[in-house]
């Protein structure tokens, strides 16, 4: 057994960590590719979208492409491996149709739900993140798991971005707690551990796609192990 983490504020990411992000982005491009009349081989193209996708994320992050260039630029790279060219109007209807697709499926990962019962009993649980903030309140609303939360902070409300200092910060402050007594939960080991880390607070790595981490970094494989720490 993990030797047990004191907190009182437990703080998690949402895209990725409690929010199935991969597969709720599936069904979102299915109904968008038909909309569209897109034909492409549709595993193909997740192929070689998702790490296009996660590239452009950590760009984003880094202030290196803005949120306009990242809708476009992950749809446009991965299209052009097709051959396939729209026109930047095109392309910005696509881009939209699936952000405003995106909430419309909500599943979570396994144990998310049977987790946020457990903590709810024991703890305050907060959500930091660095999606857009348009969407973000809307998964949380249509996944029935909005009520979990005092406070959501966003990155898009704080200016900057995870690992910025500053957006745990700005958590923290909402939430009227401290680095020590608040643990940060995410599937994001610059974003969510380091950034989490640099401020002092603790942190749990969702290793669900099993990265080589150091043997330092409190992680977990499925979401129900946080109960061996929390």
């Known amino acids: 057994m993990n030797k047990k983490i004191m907190v009182k504020d437990v703080f998690f990411d949402l895209d990725h960590t409690l929010w199935d992000f ?30 296009i996708n996660l590239e452009y994320w950590k760009k984003y992050r880094e202030d290196k492409v803005s949120k306009e260039n990242l809708r476009r630029g992950r749809l446009i790279d991965s299209f052009n491996f097709f051959d396939l060219i729209y026109t930047t109007e095109k392309i910005d209807k696509i881009a939209d149709a699936y952000i405003q697709e995106l ?5 979570l990962f396994e144990g998310a739900l ?23 309140y809307k998964k949380l609303k249509n996944s029935g798991i ?3 939360f005092s406070t959501v902070t966003t990155s898009e409300e704080v200016g900057v971005k995870k690992p910025n200092s500053k957006v745990f910060l700005t958590a923290l402050k909402k939430a009227n707690s401290i680095p020590e ?17 640099n401020i002092g607070m603790q942190t749990i790595f969702y290793n669900y796609r099993n990265e080589s981490i ?12 946080i ?4």
Not at 24 to 45: G, H, T
Not at 115 to 123: A, E, F, P, R
Not at 181 to 197: F, R
Not at 227 to 230: A, D, S
């Open 214 to 225: 150091s043997k330092e970094i409190k992680s977990i494989d499925s979401l129900i192990e």
């Open 114 to 136: 049977e987790i946020l019962d457990y903590l709810t009993l024991k703890y305050k649980l907060h959500i930091i993140t660095n999606g857009f903030e348009e969407v973000q």
């Open 181 to 197: 007594e608040s643990v940060m939960i995410g599937d994001s080991l610059e974003a969510d551990i380091l950034g989490a880390n």
């Open 103 to 107: 909430p419309n499926d909500n599943h």
């Open 22 to 51: 991969d597969k709720n982005s599936m069904l979102a491009f299915k109904r968008v590719f038909k909309k569209f009349k897109i034909n492409i081989e549709f595993d193909a193209f997740l192929k070689i979208y998702e790490p």
């Open 146 to 148: 909005v009520h979990f």
């Open 227 to 230: 109960k061996n720490y929390l």
